[in-house]
Nanobody, 122 residues
Framework: QVQLVESGGGLVQAGGSLRLSCAAA????????MGWFRQAPGKEREFVAT????????DYAGSVKGRFTISRDNAKNTGFLQMNSLEPEDTAVYYC???????????????WGQGTQVTVSS
């Protein structure tokens, strides 16, 4: 079992930046792929970014590529999502997730955080 807690969400103007954190209580987090997903009201949960266990390989959704950066610090059992040039369309609840053989599908992740709200005003 891996417990994940997100933080760093909030209200920001378009063009601004936020940095989300995902803290895990268990050291086994460092052996898992980590992903970020988001869900806007009335929409399905969608993939944002993923990073492998070592932090050497990452993938992004086309809508955030070049604006968002995923990273992790395994020594601190923490993952991050740096979000720059935010747009109103980025408004959603953001979730971090962990899984052993995970990719871009939410179903491939075993553990989820409770989510953190990001609101981008125009």
């Amino acid at each position: 079992q891996v417990q994940l807690v997100e933080s760093g969400g909030g209200l920001v103007q378009a063009g601004g930046s936020l940095r989300l954190s995902c803290a895990a209580a268990e050291g086994t987090f460092r052996t898992f792929t980590m992903g970020w997903f988001r869900q806007a009201p009335g929409k399905e949960r969608e993939f944002v970014a993923t990073i492998n266990w070592s932090g050497q390989s990452a993938d992004y959704a086309g809508s955030v590529k070049g604006r968002f950066t995923i990273s992790r610090d395994n020594a601190k059992n923490t993952g991050f999502l740096q979000m720059n040039s935010l747009e109103p369309e980025d408004t959603a609840v953001y979730y971090c997730a962990a899984g052993r053989y995970a990719g871009v599908s939410p179903a491939s992740y075993d553990f989820w955080g409770q989510g953190t709200q990001v609101t981008v005003s125009s």
